[in-house]
């Protein structure tokens, strides 16, 4: 089994980065070792309390029978120690029981819940989205009756979107939804690969689900929001009466086996409406913009175990000799190795410093009420989402590599991370919708506004860099962005052909820059990592970002060989 200890100087490094010089008033109340002792003890429960789980839980997955889900063993006695541990009121509003801290820092302990056992943690981060969709559109009566046991992590919640005809294109969904005459409804339908949509960690389970009314209008814009309850309240107050819901199955998959992923059968449920009649999308995205950001960092976590299992197995393992060496060498000491190994640890860095940008730029957008903030937050979120989830596909399949054929076998643990990333590309808006919202939606928003504020920032730091690849990385997507803004006017299907090597590229330029700023910082503070800031930022610049260019290409010139290329499956 892999190891694992939360990185927290990387960590606490990369707060302050983000916080930036909004740090004294935007965040005091995490001020004054608030932030580290939170980390510390956050590091300490998911290193002794998460981590030993992870294995023995991908072994032994769930167990379901009679509609009933039973979770790996240690489960609910791991679930119980984070309720009662306050873990699960980090974020949420201090009116219903929550501790109120920045989003900044919540960012932090996903990563490591989710670097200790991804499987795990997967329960709460479901529930912190329905948190977020509860206040921001609940009414009072369902928040006073739901928020304090979602908050304190009494009860658990899910999203229900998906069903078997409807995925990405969530027009096509068919759960239906009759009004009651006591103002409730009444769901019929089923949906797909709901995460912990049946288990026995919680009393009761609150279900977000999307479905339709009789009378709505058709697409997206007929679609609303509901909460249905496992189980509803009985005539004295007590929540006991099953609601006409369960579990019909749970999906044997990949990776994340200790994680339930069930069908759910809805028939005449009850449920209560969340905001309005047919703006249930609305509702339901400040949801999915809570979960895209925390599954990026679950990419940084993935990312960041991996890369530190590959680098004790390199120190550790020994075979041939390295150039210079006059006998067996460590495996680090050969130039491939280190090249994969710098790889690993520098894309890493790069995700959580853009994921972490993010994060700070929810918190100015909340707490200092800042529109531009708020535009930057949604610019970045679907960079952050599919950049670091694709890059932990690539960190966990050079683990793998680097660990060689003991990599392969599964007794090593890097197995199962690799299995574990590939569904992070997958879930929560596939990678390829990300770069979609990226090109088709923010790009444009505040007539370029945002996109134009971001790229200035990166220029401003990469006119200090040494390295000259850096500023054509920041040139080569300013220019490419003007090619994107043009094609999603005249011709959208060329802009989309490149929508996937734009995020990329503007990963690229962004990553490079803020490990440039991550670097001039730690000279500056004269941090312990300094210098291995200043290599990792080194390597990037001569290795990753120099991708850029050919990045810009594929955006501007490959649109036709996408529309073309498309005859080569004709046959």
Not at 310 to 328: F, I
């Amino acid at each position: 089994m892999t190891t694992y200890r939360a990185p927290l100087p990387d960590i606490l490094f990369s707060l302050r980065l983000a916080a930036g010089a909004d740090a004294e008033e935007l965040y005091a109340d995490i001020a004054g070792g608030v932030a580290e002792q939170t980390l510390t003890e956050a590091a300490k429960f998911a290193e002794e309390q998460l981590l030993p789980l992870d294995r023995k839980g991908d072994l032994a997955g769930v167990r379901y029978a009679d509609r009933a889900v039973t979770t790996a063993p240690g489960w609910r006695e791991a679930y119980a120690g984070w309720r009662d541990g306050g873990w699960n009121a980090i974020a949420a509003k201090p009116e219903y029981g929550g501790v109120g801290l920045p989003a900044l820092l919540n960012a932090a302990c996903t990563e490591i819940w989710n670097a200790a056992n991804i499987s795990f943690a997967l329960c709460p981060l479901l529930g912190h989205g329905a948190i977020e969709a509860l206040e921001a559109h609940a009414s009072e009566a369902l928040k006073e009756t739901y928020l304090r046991k979602l908050v304190s992590g009494e009860w658990t919640g899910t999203m229900n979107l998906t069903e078997p005809q409807a995925g990405t294109d969530l027009a096509l969904l068919r759960t239906r939804a009759e009004r009651n005459v006591d103002g409730s409804y009444r769901l019929t339908g089923q949906k797909i690969y709901i995460t912990y949509g049946e288990h026995d960690l919680a009393d009761n389970i609150a279900h977000l689900v999307l479905a339709r009314l009789p009378d709505a209008p058709a697409g997206v814009k007929g679609i609303s929001l509901f909460l249905a309850p496992k189980f509803l309240p009985d005539e004295a107050g007590a929540f006991t009466r099953r609601n006409a819901l369960h579990c019909a199955g749970v999906e044997h998959k990949l990776g994340i086996h200790a994680a339930p992923t069930c069908t759910m059968i809805y028939e005449d449920a009850i449920g209560f409406l969340i905001g309005e009649e047919n703006n249930g999308l609305a509702c339901m995205f400040t949801m999915m913009n809570n979960a895209r950001l925390s599954v990026g960092v679950q990419g940084v976590a993935l990312a960041e175990r991996a890369t530190q299992a590959a680098l004790a197995y390199a120190r550790e393992r020994k075979q041939g000799r390295a150039p210079g060496a006059a006998g067996t060498s460590a495996i680090i000491e050969h130039p491939d190795v280190a090249r994969m190994l710098l790889t690993m640890a520098s894309l890493t860095a790069a995700s959580r410093l853009i994921c972490f940008e993010t994060a700070a730029s929810l918190d100015r957008a909340h707490r200092a009420k800042s529109q531009e903030a708020d535009e930057r937050a949604s610019l970045l979120t679907p960079v952050a989402k599919a950049f670091a989830t694709d890059i932990a596909n690539e960190v966990t399949s050079l683990a793998v590599q680097v660990f060689g054929g003991m990599g392969y076998v599964e007794e090593t643990g890097v197995a199962q991370l690799m299995r574990d990333a590939r569904i992070c590309a997958i879930y929560e808006g596939t990678n390829g919708i990300q770069a979609i919202d990226l090109v088709g939606r923010k790009l444009l928003m505040s007539g370029g506004a945002a996109l134009t504020r971001e790229i200035q920032d990166m220029r401003a730091l990469a006119r200090e860099s040494h390295y000259a690849a850096v500023a054509e990385a920041v040139e080569a997507l300013a220019q490419a962005s003007v090619y994107m803004a043009g094609a999603m006017t005249s011709s959208p299907a060329e802009a989309l052909a490149g929508a996937t090597p734009y995020l990329r590229l503007f990963a690229l330029a962004r990553g490079a820059t803020l490990l440039e700023k991550a670097a001039r910082l730690a000279r500056r503070e004269n941090d312990a990592n300094a210098a291995r800031y200043e290599m990792l930022a080194h390597f990037f610049a001569r290795n990753i970002v120099v991708a850029a260019p050919g990045l810009a290409k594929m955006v501007t010139e490959g649109a036709a060989s996408v529309t073309d290329g498309k005859a080569a499956f004709s046959a």
